[in-house]
Nanobody, 121 residues
Framework: QVQVVESGGGLVQPGGSLRLSCAASGSIFSISAMGWYRQRPGKQRELVATITSGGSTNYADSVKGRFTISRDNAKNTVYLQMNSLKPEDTAVYYC???????????????WGQGTQVTVSS
């Protein structure tokens, strides 16, 4: 079993910043890619950013230059620093990780419970 705890969402004014965190614990041997996704009202879930175990990052065009993903491998934690927030960033944000329970296990996904980010004046 893997326990996942997200934190850091909330209400912020346009132009403001928030930092999301997502910590995984439990039966984890290793985590490869980690990422953040979001689901805006009336829309499908979409990729926001990903980061590999080696630190390579990938961002959706809509957040490039404003959001930064990072990870702490020792803590099995991924972060999303969000700056210059816009109303269209309003969404429920979900973290994701691809992990192995043992060295010879298949990669499996875990998901966070979601955290609400609302950008409004």
């Amino acid at each position: 079993q893997v326990q996942v705890v997200e934190s850091g969402g909330g209400l912020v004014q346009p132009g403001g910043s928030l930092r999301l965190s997502c910590a995984a614990s439990g039966s984890i041997f290793s985590i490869s890619a980690m990422g953040w996704y979001r689901q805006r009202p009336g829309k499908q879930r979409e990729l926001v950013a990903t980061i590999t175990s080696g630190g390579s990052t990938n961002y959706a065009d809509s957040v490039k230059g404003r959001f930064t993903i990072s990870r702490d491998n020792a803590k099995n934690t991924v972060y999303l620093q969000m700056n210059s927030l816009k109303p269209e960033d309003t969404a429920v944000y979900y973290c994701n990780g691809k992990y192995r329970r043992a060295s010879n296990s298949l990669l499996t996904d875990y998901w966070g419970q979601g955290t609400q980010v609302t950008v409004s004046s």
